[in-house]
């Protein structure tokens, strides 16, 4: 089954309403089935994306329970996922350590069964752990998967990939680099037509251009995203620095105030009661 029309990230819990409806849908057909125990696993993914780490951990529990474990629909989707969810909880509640050994499990039984989706995200995780050199290692891999893979859901992984794998770069002074990863990241998501993640890729290839001192290129990007985008903090940040660093500081203050407005935190003491 896909699962991915019930996915909101931005929204977790509009995310666990859907897969509760679902779940309670597939469950009158069979508890221990496939379809079932795939749900609950993203169920738990949902509630780990809110802070419900117990829950979620209680959720991923059931799936491993004897009754399903046992049953026919433990196949080697679900116990990929299974082994993945469990990590991401462990990572997200601040056991990365724990985390591992989980991951590379859904790795295995993904590679074995040929769910090249699973194992991308699988080795995107791994890519997420570690120290800089292990997350450029595994960010490759994850883009060997990804890249050889004809699965569009296996495809769909490489925008992600490249980005995170451009920033790791980036955090390294490897600029050069990771301006090769965002662009081919922004690729990715042109190809895909996500015109929110187009704009944030465009962002960040001009944030990498910055760091390059190829201020002329950054701006222009810039302006052009200020122009046809929603307003954004991030985007008047960008431009104050970079008018600044081309010697018009009269010109970059008003979009550094504007960006401390829109990015500083909202006033507790204003809120409404």
């Keep these: 089954m896909s699962f991915d029309s019930l996915w909101d990230f931005d929204q977790p819990r509009l995310s666990e ?48 329970a004897p009754d399903s474990a046992r049953s026919p629909g433990m196949t080697p989707i679900v116990r990929a996922y299974l082994a993945l969810e469990r990590g991401r909880v462990l990572r997200s509640s601040g ?16 590679r074995a069964a040929g769910l090249d989706h699973v194992a991308a995200d699988a080795a995107h995780m791994m890519a997420i752990v570690g120290d800089a050199e292990a997350q450029i290692t595994w960010a490759q891999r994850a883009l060997e998967i990804a890249t050889a893979s004809t699965d ?30 965002f662009e081919r990241g922004l690729a990715a998501r ?22 390059l001192e190829r201020n002329e290129e950054a701006l222009a990007i810039q302006w052009d995203l200020a122009a046809h985008g929603p307003e954004d903090g991030y985007v008047h940040e960008e431009l ?10 009269d010109e970059a203050e008003p979009h550094a105030a504007r960006a401390r407005e829109l990015l500083s935190p ?4 204003s809120a409404p009661a």
């Design 95 to 110: 056991s990365p350590d724990e985390a591992v050994p989980l991951f590379l499990e859904a790795l295995d039984v993904s």
């Design 17 to 64: 309403d859907r897969f509760r409806n679902a779940l309670k849908a597939a469950e009158s057909e069979d508890p221990h089935g496939e379809e079932a125990l795939l749900l609950r696993t993203q169920l738990a993914r949902a509630l780990a994306l809110q802070g419900s780490f117990e829950q979620a951990a209680a959720e991923l529990d059931s799936v491993a």
């Design 190 to 211: 042109i190809e895909l037509g996500d015109a929110e993640r187009i704009r944030i890729a465009r962002w960040t290839v001009a944030r990498a251009l910055r760091s």
């Design 240 to 249: 104050a620095a970079l008018l600044r660093a081309l010697g018009h500081a």
């Design 266 to 269: 909202p006033d507790a003491t």
């Design 152 to 181: 569009p859901r296996a495809r769909k992984w490489i925008g992600s990939i490249e980005n995170n794998l451009g920033w790791t770069l980036h955090d390294e002074r490897r600029y050069a680099e990771a301006l090769v990863h």
